[in-house]
């Protein structure tokens, strides 16, 4: 297979360039990964695979014509296990020649060109370069720029039952990184990721959430919790992948002071975790080692997570305030909820794939970082959702799972299943009710100030409202007036209807309606829904990047009940 090649790049084992049209085909080291190999380098901690294009920042870049793989020596970075002389802290550099970028040599300080062929040399820890003819005895690699955030290879070690055994008393790192990357998230950019952090950090610390999930990850990294030291979390995914690291932490029953903070990287389609941290809307391939930087930079902050509670509508919920109207919608609900149970009944043990059965909870249970809505964004969303499932490979991008999104937005024009939403729906906010217009067909119960994918829906409030913020233990509640509102909210020529504002929130829905928890829909019959505080966690605020709706990182006191009622 050719190679094609973006610069002069040489065979590190016969010496000679690279011809990759013209001549022999070429390999280069993409490292020991747990992904596909095609080709093992010998028995090796390093795999040569056939590359599309040959950079500087495929991990080791040690680059052969194919016939010359066999012939490169044993010498590929080790990630664990290496023995260091003497000081437990210090570690030689591992010079990788040639085929660099401009630099200056670390000894004499002269330039190292891109021209250069094999004559200089780079460290894969650190990254610094020398020329071949200056004196390197005595030198100690100190992991670079990027030294706070890596685990140095001679304080990993192979393990059985986690990703590898770390030694907390060997790390001098302050805040080591895990990376845990959703390669499933919006525009499937995962691999892309992976390659390019495993040249900036060690590999080991970068962990694919479709094998296994968070927890390897973060049972690899609990003796440093145990010694009492921190490290940092990158997620990267959508808001789903944040808060599916968010409930495995959870589990953990690490006390919110000593939890791992977290940054995003945004690789899903709304992204507003992201947005509301300063993290951006979008990756779109920009240098991750710039994206490290600002994380060294960022600071701790708390962000609220709420319970959302569904539980079945009861009698004595139907009997309070209902209207006659009312009264015959719930008997008709009942009605058909009792043929479609009948049907159920009716259905033979084994099933085609196409007939979906939902065996329903009593109650339901979720945990909510980002908004919990019902009606008309609810049922887009649920629309998006269902199309997705029935053809995924239509939905491979973030731009077209947008344009979707307002298809389904614009056929939710002459659906009058939310209209009057009055009717069917009883709001309170901390225990007082809330009344809202005729002209109400959603409401959305807001943690962030970013909404389906960066609209600040709360904006900033007049009168007896407070301003929002991810850690006051709060929640705003805004009501919108259709599908065409919604589209005026996104492009700023409307505002959200703001209704309330609390510490709790218990919601009486009087007929099956679409709901959503954090972008997940689904179709809910009559129930009762209640929203309450369930805890905190700590994330990363990116200080270069837009996103201020944090207070610093301290427990906020509880506050009195916001005010609740109609606001402009």
């Excluded at 280069?28 to 795999?47: D, I, K, P």
């Excluded at 002209?439 to 909404?451: T, W």
Aim: some cysteine; glycine content about 8%.
């Amino acid at each position: 297979m050719s190679v094609l090649l973006s610069r002069p790049t040489y065979c590190n084992v016969c010496r000679h360039l690279l011809l990759s049209v013209i001549g022999k085909p070429g390999r280069v080291c993409y490292g020991a990964t747990s992904f596909s190999q095609l080709f093992f380098f010998r028995n090796c901690e390093c795999s040569l695979v056939p590359a599309r294009l040959i950079f500087a920042y495929l991990v080791c870049g040690y680059t052969t014509h194919s016939d010359c793989t066999a012939k490169a020596p044993l010498n590929c970075v080790q990630w664990q296990g290496i023995e260091t002389d003497g000081d437990e802290t210090k570690m030689a550099h591992h010079w990788i020649q040639g085929n660099l970028h401009d630099g200056v040599c670390m000894e004499c300080k002269q330039s190292v060109s891109i021209g250069s062929g094999l004559s200089s040399s780079r460290c894969y820890w650190c990254t610094g370069v020398i020329h071949n003819t200056c004196e390197r005895e005595g030198q100690f690699c100190d992991f670079g720029p990027f030294k706070d955030l890596i685990l140095p290879p001679y304080a990993l070690s192979m393990a059985e039952d986690v990703p590898f055994k770390l030694d907390a008393q060997r790390i001098s790192a302050a805040n080591p990184l895990a990376v845990f990357i959703n390669k499933r998230s919006g525009g499937l950019q995962g691999d892309d990721v992976i390659q390019q952090l495993s040249s900036l950090i060690n590999p080991l610390q970068i962990f694919d959430l479709a094998k296994g999930g968070p927890k390897p990850g973060l049972d690899a990294f609990k003796p440093l919790i145990d010694a009492g030291k921190s490290f940092y979390i990158l997620g990267c995914g959508g808001d789903g992948t944040i808060g599916w690291i968010c409930a495995i932490l959870d589990k953990t029953g690490i006390p919110t002071e000593h939890l791992p903070p977290i940054a995003v990287l945004p690789l899903g389609t709304g992204n507003d975790m992201a947005r509301s941290l300063g993290w951006g809307g979008g990756y779109s391939g920009e240098s991750l080692a710039r994206i490290l930087a600002q994380l060294e930079n960022s600071v701790p902050v708390l962000c609220d997570r709420w319970n959302v509670i569904v539980t079945p509508l009861s009698e004595t919920d139907k009997g309070e305030d209902v209207t006659p109207k009312k009264q015959m919608e719930i008997e008709k609900e009942k009605e058909n909820k009792e043929e479609r149970e009948e049907e159920v009944e009716k259905v033979p043990e084994v099933l085609p794939a196409a007939v979906p059965i939902v065996a329903e909870d009593p109650v339901k249970n979720f945990i909510s970082n980002n908004y919990f809505s019902l009606g008309i964004d609810a049922k887009c969303a649920l629309d998006f959702h269902l199309a997705r499932q029935a053809n995924p490979a239509n939905f491979n991008s973030r731009t077209k799972n947008k344009m979707y999104y307002a298809g389904f937005g614009a056929s939710a024009i002459f659906d009058d299943t939310c209209k009057a939403l009055n009717e069917k729906v009883r709001l309170e906010v901390d225990g007082q009710a809330v009344d809202f217009p005729k002209s109400i067909e959603g409401i959305s119960i807001l943690n962030l100030p970013s909404y389906a994918g960066g609209t600040d829906l709360w904006r900033k409030p007049k009168k007896h409202f407070k301003e929002s913020s991810i850690s006051d233990r709060l929640v705003e509640v805004v009501g919108f007036k259709g599908s065409i509102h919604i589209g005026q909210i996104k492009t700023g020529t409307a505002r959200a209807k703001r209704l309330a504002q609390g510490h709790s929130v218990r919601i009486v829905m009087l007929t099956a309606l679409p709901v959503q928890v954090d972008g997940e829909p689904w179709l809910q019959d009559p129930c009762v829904i209640e929203v309450k505080h369930h805890n905190q966690v700590r994330m990363l605020q990116n200080l270069s990047g837009k996103g201020p709706h944090h207070q610093p990182e301290q427990e906020q006191p509880e506050q009195q009940s916001a005010s609740s009622g109609e606001a402009p």
